[in-house]
């Protein structure tokens, strides 16, 4: 299976995906299906606790390989949230590409990821 041709794309539909962080930090938060690219616009993460800092960790997983970092025991301060990434250093998944996630403290943290599914089939 080929990554979608951009110029043959037939849709491109906006999503948003919620996670309660774990502490596995191979918790796979979103994949990309067959036909499909998905480019990841924002990741931000709100820390819940209100009065313990949470560390958070994020990966890609290629298709079959292994994590590749793309955040590392960051920081986030109690009631506070971070900007992962923005509109301005956006990531794409090629089909079969996994963002993974977790958090120092189960249920401390929540991931919100907004992304676009490109289609071509």
């Not at 949470?54 to 793309?70: C, R």
């Not at 977790?102 to 991931?111: E, K, L, R, Y």
């Amino acid at each position: 299976m080929a990554n979608p041709n951009l110029v043959n794309v037939t849709s491109i539909t906006g999503e948003s995906v919620q996670a309660a962080l774990t502490t596995t930090l191979t918790t796979e938060i979103l994949a990309a299906a067959s036909d499909t690219l998905v480019k990841i616009n924002s990741i931000i993460i709100a820390n819940i606790d209100g009065s313990s800092s949470v560390d958070i960790s994020a990966a890609i997983t290629k298709s079959g390989g292994s994590p590749l970092n793309i955040a590392s025991t960051i920081a986030v301060p109690a009631d506070s949230t971070l900007i992962l990434i923005d509109k301005n250093s956006a990531i794409y998944l090629e089909e079969g590409d996994n963002l993974e996630a977790g958090a120092s403290a189960a249920g401390d943290a929540v991931m919100t990821v907004n992304y676009e599914i490109l289609n071509d089939a």
